[in-house]
């Protein structure tokens, strides 16, 4: 660090921590694994000279909450002590001789992000990206990341660890994509590059620190995988740690007429709407062979979709949410003036064509039964009991990135975008099989149907 001819106190190690601090993308992601300097990168990169030395310099630094942020700043008044910066405020904002100033917050209310609207931020860094929980809370963020000053070019820098509720939407948008190499976002035109490191890229810990590494070798294998190597197809936290994508998600097939079919439904507004179509065979497998997800719509196109996507079926029961049944005039105001407003969710539904009955909610239950289902091992249970089509990409695209809830452990955590796992729950609540007296009629059925489209056919396989 050499700022108006001062003594360089600080420099970057070779290797990714220098990588990513040369980076110019508009969002640099730095990370992936423990202990890999992401830290004092960031620290680093707040004070390029150019920036700091130009009185209009705004930056902001965002941490998950004030305890994680007070760490920050106290990392910070070192780190910065050499430049004749004065700290004030709560939370902090550190002022500095030139004019410029880095301020700092937290994300500790969900709506913390929109307390940022209308500012103008040079630079944003933002310490564990995946603390964030959804895409649109982070893009709404780095939406005050602009510049009006000649000179100041906005950036973003982040860092993470593979890991916590944002841990599937920061993979899709960096890690997948812009590993390595800048990836250009076909929206926005806007740049973004994915830099991963590891704790041997830190070759201060290693040096001072060598047991904390010896600790990261021997963790078990996911978190090894996770914290040591920065895998991030599995994380530290993740909810349903035995989903994979290869045993559970199949091409879709025509579901036989005999099996039984169920359907369950999330309701949400702001939040989406999800509806599952499940159908179970006579082993009392589940498959999920149909979705519909969507927000910010009214009841009545919900309830049409539905219709829609269950047109010539019929259903062992449709199950929903307990809160459909509450009677708030909220809830109803965007669907229909003619009713009265004192309907609940579960009336207009019905009144629309739309029968539903009551989910079981038992959270911690629920979850156990997912897990059961999602179950399977390599030796006497090599698949597993549910399987959903490849068209059902919500489910398939939020199931594995849900994480367990910090303060309730064995519940997930609800901030994150849970809606198609809720009805996931409540369908596998109550579903049942056929009864297995019906195969050998139903297999009757289907080898005259062979016979008749092809009279050359002479047997079976079994």
């Given amino acids: 660090m050499n700022i108006d001819n001062k003594k360089i106190l600080w420099k970057p190690h070779k290797g990714a921590q220098t990588t990513a601090l040369q ?45 994680d942020l007070r760490d920050w700043i106290d990392r910070a008044r070192q780190f910065y002590r050499s430049l004749g910066v004065k700290v004030t405020g709560n939370p902090a904002e550190f002022n500095f001789p030139s004019g410029a100033k880095i301020r700092t917050g937290h994300l500790a209310d969900s709506d913390a992000t929109y307390k940022y609207l209308g500012h103008e931020y040079h630079k944003i860094l933002i310490e564990e990206l995946t603390i964030i929980p959804e895409e649109e809370h982070y893009l709404r963020l780095i939406s005050t990341c602009r510049s009006t000053v000649k000179g100041l070019i906005p950036q973003i820098f982040c860092t993470t660890n593979p890991g916590g509720v944002g841990h599937m939407w920061v993979k899709q948008r960096f890690v997948d994509v812009a590993r390595n190499e800048e990836y250009i976002d076909p929206v926005t035109g806007r740049d973004r590059i994915f830099i991963p490191s590891r704790v041997y890229d830190n070759p201060t810990l290693m040096k001072h620190d060598p047991n904390y590494v010896k600790t990261l070798e021997g963790l078990p294998e996911e978190l090894k995988r996770a914290w040591l190597d920065g895998d991030w197809d599995v994380f530290s936290g993740q909810y349903f740690n035995r989903w994979r994508y290869e045993k559970h998600v199949v091409k879709p097939f025509k579901i036989p007429s005999d099996w039984h079919r169920y359907r369950a439904i999330d309701y949400g507004f702001s939040a989406p709407f999800c509806c599952l179509w499940i159908a179970v065979d006579y082993d009392g497998d589940a498959y999920v062979y149909k979705e519909h997800y ?22 062992q029961n449709t199950l929903a949410d307990p809160a459909c049944w509450i009677r708030n005039p909220q809830n109803t105001n965007n669907w229909s003036n003619a009713l009265p407003t004192h309907m ?11 029968t539903a009955n009551r989910a079981n909610n038992d959270r911690i239950n629920g979850w156990n039964v997912v897990r059961e289902y999602l179950e399977w091992n390599d030796s006497d249970k090599p698949e597993p009991r549910l399987k959903i089509f490849e068209n059902c990409k919500n489910l398939i ?28 729950r409540y369908g596998l609540m109550y579903i049942g099989s056929p009864s297995k007296d019906s195969v050998k009629p139903y297999l009757q059925r289907e080898l005259e149907k062979l016979l008749a489209m092809d009279s050359t056919w002479t047997g079976i396989r079994n």
């Fill in 344 to 354: 609940s969710i579960a009336d207009i539904m019905q009144f629309d064509g739309v």
């Fill in 397 to 424: 695209r939020t199931l594995p990135m849900l994480v367990h809830s910090e303060k309730r452990p064995e519940d997930l955590d609800t901030k994150q975008e849970d809606h198609s796992a809720d009805a996931l």
């Fill in 294 to 315: 969507e927000k910010r719509q009214p009841l009545s196109h919900h309830t049409a979709k539905i219709k829609e996507f269950s047109a010539d079926e019929k259903y």
């Fill in 23 to 67: 980076q110019t993308a508009f969002e640099v992601l730095y990370g992936g694994a423990r202990g890999g300097g992401k830290t004092e990168a960031g620290l680093a990169w707040m004070i390029e000279p150019n920036y700091l030395m130009n009185p209009r310099y705004r930056g902001l630094v965002i941490r998950r909450n004030y305890d």
